[in-house]
C-alpha cells in the first residue's frame, strides 16, 4: 500500500557521496514502489563545504522537483573551517529553516524518516510525528556528539557534551523504529535508546555492468596507492604524512582524491612529497573506475574512533576487488570484517612494520589478488544494494 512519506536530513541529491548518495537511492526505491515522497533538506554542501555553485543564487527556501520527488531546501550557513562551535552553527541554521519548511507539508505523512546527522532532524521529525500522530524512523548515519568527541572537537566542553547526549537520548526514544549501519553501532544504539533497533546498512551497487578502464588519475607505471574520499577529521593525516614520508618515492605513487574541511591543510603539508599527489572527487560514474585502477587502497583512522562510525568508503575500497591499508582502532567494525575475510592489513597503529609488510605484499601478486577476491565476495555477499533495500522496503510494508 502507498504511503506519505516524509524524509529529513542535511544531506541530498545532488550530492552523490556519502551520506547524500545513500539517502538519495532510499528515496528513489522508495519512489519505485509508488510511495509519495517529500524531502527536507539543506543546500548541497558536501564534500567540499561550500555550497554548490548552481545553488548560491536560489532564495533561502527553495522547492524544487527531482525525478517526481518533492524537495523543500533551507540555505544553512556552511563554515569553510568546520570547528566544533561552526558547526553547531551549521546544526542549528539547517533546523530553523527546516522548521519553517515543516509547514509546507501538503499531506498528512504516515511515516517519517529522519537521517542522522543531525540529531535535529529527529526533532523536526518529532514535531511532524505529534501533528499528524504518524510513525517516526530514525536513520543513524553518523553518532554526531560521539564524533565530536572522540575527535577532539569538543574534548574541552564536558557539561555541553553531556547536555548534548541527554537530549539525543530523549529524541532517540521518540523514535518508533531507529536504524544504523553497523553492528557496532546497533549496540550503541540500543544503548542510547529503548526504541526497535534494526540492522541496516550501506551499501555496494555491484548490480551495474562498468566497463573497466585505469583512471586518468591513475597512469602512473609505479605501485598505485590510493585514498578516496572525506578529507575531514575522522582520518589521521598526521600518520598518513609519516606514511609518506617512509615509502619510496621510485616505488610508490600516493594519490589522494577527495574534498572536505582539511584539504587546504593536507595540500600544504603534501607539497614536499613528489610522489604524492591531489586531485578533486570524480563524479560517481567515475569512481568505479578510480577505485579499481588502484593497486593498493589506503585509510588511517584516529586510533579513539571506533564504532561511532563506519565508514561506507570502505565498502567501495572492498567492493574494487583490491587489497586495502587500514589503520585503526582495534575493537572498531572495520577489523571485525577484516576478521571474517582477510581483504588486506590491518594494523592498530603506525610504525615501520606498516612500510615493511607493504614492500612484502606487493611482491606477491598472487596474494594480492587473493586478498582484492576475497574482499569483493564478502562485500556482495553482505551488502548488495538490492539485498539492502530490499530489507528497508520490507520493514516500510510492516510498519
Request: aromatic letters at 12%.
Amino acid at each position: 500500500m502507498a504511503k506519505n512519506i516524509i524524509v529529513i536530513g542535511i544531506n541530498y541529491y545532488p550530492e552523490d557521496s556519502a551520506i547524500g548518495l545513500y539517502t538519495t537511492q532510499k528515496v528513489e526505491a522508495l519512489v519505485s514502489k509508488g510511495h509519495n515522497v517529500t524531502v527536507i533538506t539543506g543546500f548541497p554542501y558536501y564534500p567540499a563545504w561550500e555550497i554548490k555553485r548552481e545553488y548560491k543564487t536560489k532564495p533561502y527556501l527553495f522547492e524544487e522537483e527531482i525525478n517526481g520527488v518533492r524537495v523543500l531546501r533551507s540555505k544553512q550557513y556552511v563554515p569553510k573551517n568546520p570547528t566544533f562551535f561552526k558547526r553547531i552553527v551549521h546544526l542549528i541554521s539547517f533546523t530553523f529553516g527546516n522548521f519553517i519548511n515543516l509547514f509546507k507539508v501538503k499531506k498528512s505523512p504516515d511515516l517519517i524518516i529522519s537521517i542522522v546527522p543531525f540529531t535535529t532532524s529527529i526533532l523536526l521529525g518529532l514535531i511532524l510525528k505529534i501533528r499528524y500522530r504518524s510513525k517516526l524512523w530514525v536513520h543513524v548515519q553518523d553518532f554526531e556528539f560521539d564524533i565530536a568527541k572522540q575527535s577532539g572537537l569538543n574534548s574541552k566542553n564536558s557539561l555541553l557534551h553531556k547536555i548534548l547526549m541527554y537530549l539525543e537520548k530523549m529524541l532517540l526514544n521518540s523514535a518508533d523504529i531507529a536504524s544504523t549501519i553497523s553492528q557496532g553501532m546497533k549496540e550503541i544504539l540500543k544503548q542510547k535508546s529503548d526504541s526497535e533497533s534494526f540492522f541496516l546498512p550501506n551499501w555496494i551497487d555491484n548490480e551495474k555492468e562498468i566497463k573497466f578502464t585505469t583512471h586518468r588519475y591513475l597512469e602512473t607505471k609505479k605501485v598505485k596507492v590510493l585514498y578516496s574520499g572525506n578529507i575531514g577529521e575522522k582520518q589521521d593525516w598526521e600518520t598518513f604524512l609519516k606514511f609518506c614520508k617512509k615509502t619510496s618515492s621510485k616505488k610508490y605513487d600516493i594519490t589522494v582524491v577527495g574534498d572536505g574541511a582539511k584539504k587546504n591543510w593536507l595540500l600544504d603539508n603534501i607539497k614536499s612529497f613528489s610522489h604524492v599527489k591531489y586531485f578533486p572527487p570524480v563524479p560517481l560514474n567515475e569512481l568505479s573506475s578510480l577505485l579499481r585502477s588502484a593497486d593498493i587502497h589506503i585509510l588511517f583512522q584516529k586510533a579513539d574512533v571506533m564504532d561511532a562510525v563506519m565508514p561506507s568508503k570502505v565498502l567501495g575500497m572492498m567492493a574494487s576487488s583490491k587489497p586495502s591499508l587500514i589503520i585503526g582502532n582495534d575493537n572498531s567494525e572495520i577489523k571485525t570484517i577484516f576478521n571474517s575475510c582477510c581483504p588486506g592489513m590491518f594494523f592498530n597503529c603506525y610504525s615501520d612494520q606498516v612500510i615493511a609488510e607493504l614492500d612484502n605484499l606487493i611482491e606477491d601478486p598472487i596474494k594480492m589478488l587473493e586478498m582484492g577476491r576475497s574482499a569483493n565476495d564478502y562485500v556482495v555477499a553482505n551488502f548488495s544494494k538490492n539485498n539492502v533495500l530490499s530489507r528497508f522496503l520490507e520493514k516500510i510494508d510492516l510498519l
